[in-house]
């Protein structure tokens, strides 16, 4: 029986303060952190973003003729 092991490399949060948005990514290997200012415009258009990358990464299968 084949075993997979996950190994989680980046982490990422997008934290709200005082109507200010920043995004935090941990390299956890490495054990850094890198910050940056996130526009509300931007964070409204997330998930639009998510699923455009989605959609990039996963295509859907093409569709042949009968």
Not at 2 to 11: G, I, K, N, V
Not at 27 to 44: E, L
């Amino acid at each position: 029986m084949e075993t997979t092991t996950r190994t989680l490399l980046y982490a990422a949060e997008l934290v709200e303060e005082n109507g200010t948005y920043t995004l935090l990514v941990e390299d956890v290997r490495r054990g850094s952190v890198q910050t940056t200012p996130v526009p509300k415009a931007m964070v409204d258009k997330l998930p639009t973003f998510l699923s455009a990358l989605s959609a990039k990464l996963n295509p859907a299968p093409s569709r042949g003729r009968w």
